[in-house]
Nanobody
Framework: QVQLQESGPGLVKPSQTLSLTCTVS??????????WSWIRQPPGKGLEWMGV???????YYSPSLKSRTSISRDNAKNTVYLQMNSLKPEDTAVYYC?????????WGQGIQVTVSS
């Protein structure tokens, strides 16, 4: 079974860049047709899909976040990364890594990121 573990800073200052890591175990990030997404949930709000990197390395982003977001991967480390720049207080959220293929839907436990000076 695929397991996902997010890691990164819990507190970031406004205008800085957020870098999060999703370490994957129990499966390869290059397995055919798997999609690896970053999803966030601001306090008191619903889930927001941020973007995805597919098994073949192609990426797609939410139009509202595309200008500030980058998703990449390291196949050797079996790791997916999220980078988001020009952070604002409204980017405060729990950030999740997600893996999906058909009915397979795996989530990390999430990491709280607070944007505050």
């Amino acid at each position: 079974q695929v397991q996902l573990q997010e890691s990164g800073p819990g507190l970031v200052k406004p205008s800085q860049t957020l870098s999060l890591t999703c370490t994957v175990s129990g499966g390869s990030i290059t397995t055919n047709y798997y999609a690896w997404s970053w999803i966030r949930q601001p306090p008191g709000k619903g889930l927001e899909w941020m973007g995805v990197i597919a098994y073949d390395g192609s990426t797609y982003y939410s139009p509202s976040l595309k200008s500030r977001t980058s998703i990449s991967r390291d196949n050797a480390k079996n790791t997916v990364y999220l980078q988001m720049n020009s952070l604002k207080p409204e980017d405060t959220a729990v950030y999740y890594c997600n893996a999906m293929l058909g009915r397979d839907d795996y989530w990390g436990q999430g990491i709280q990121v607070t944007v505050s000076s």
